[in-house]
């Protein structure tokens, strides 16, 4: 860093980009004090040439705002980047994590606002990833609302747009909890049992995830009051737990 900035000095797109990949070392490093002090060189120096970056950099910074519990400046630097946000294939991912900003706040009537607008926007350009994603969030706002049946209608459209099998992992677990919470317990077991398939197939019989899954499926079958399946998957879990 020293070095790039005696040769080309600091405003020059080589030492920012240093800077840019420092802040995300630190970022990753949980040091956000440092990381944001890196991005804001970052910011000042996309908004004064207007470089491309300068939606994802707003974002960036942003999001460390978020991690520091200060939210007024997280949502000021996303809706920043939201009033930036000119290039049509940045408008997907912008507008969802604008609206994850607002849905982690529990504000969910802004938030169900930007995912709407970034799932018009993703659809357009087909980014099922991203149309997935905005689907499945609009879900769990309405299960937090109580509007299950509503829920179940964003999940069952991420389920028919998801690309990979990765993603269809929480469809199924959306799905098993919209259904049980209208106590349709069938359709309920027949998506919390994907849901546990593809746990196990994508991170092994030994993962947390999967482990959580099985203790999941075990409070499921409580709340069915089919106990002897409960004790089952317990069992399974404590036993993979042990490897």
Do not use: W
Not at 8 to 15: L, M
Not at 177 to 189: F, I, P, V
Request: glycine residues 6%.
């Amino acid at each position: 860093l020293a070095i790039k900035k005696q040769v080309f000095g600091e405003d020059h797109q080589d030492y920012i980009f240093t800077l840019y990949e420092l802040a995300e070392v630190y970022s990753v490093l949980g040091d956000y004090s440092l990381a944001e002090t890196y991005l804001k060189d970052v910011v000042a120096f996309d908004h004064k040439h207007q470089t491309r970056n300068y939606v994802h950099s707003l974002q960036d910074l942003a999001y460390v705002y978020l991690v520091q519990e200060n939210y007024s400046l997280a949502e000021r630097y996303y809706l920043a980047a939201h009033k930036a946000c000119t290039q049509k294939e940045d408008l997907p991912s912008t507008m969802s994590n604008v609206g994850d900003f607002y849905h982690a706040q529990g504000d969910y009537k802004s938030a169900e606002k930007y995912y709407l607008e970034g799932l018009q926007a993703a659809q357009t350009l087909g980014h099922d990833q991203t149309s997935t994603c905005i689907l499945s969030s609009m879900g769990l706002i309405c299960i937090a609302q109580k509007d299950y049946k509503k829920a179940e209608s964003y999940y069952l459209q991420a389920l028919k747009v998801a690309p990979d099998s990765h993603l269809k992992i929480d469809i199924y677990i959306g799905l098993g909890n919209s259904y049980s919470l209208m106590h349709n317990y069938t359709a309920a077991e027949k998506y919390f049992l994907l849901a546990l398939e593809g746990e196990r197939n994508y991170f092994g019989a030994t993962h947390p995830h999967y482990i959580n899954g099985l203790i999941a499926a075990a409070k499921f079958y409580e709340v069915k009051g089919d106990f002897n399946q409960a004790i089952t998957y317990l069992e399974q879990a404590r036993e993979g737990a042990k490897n």
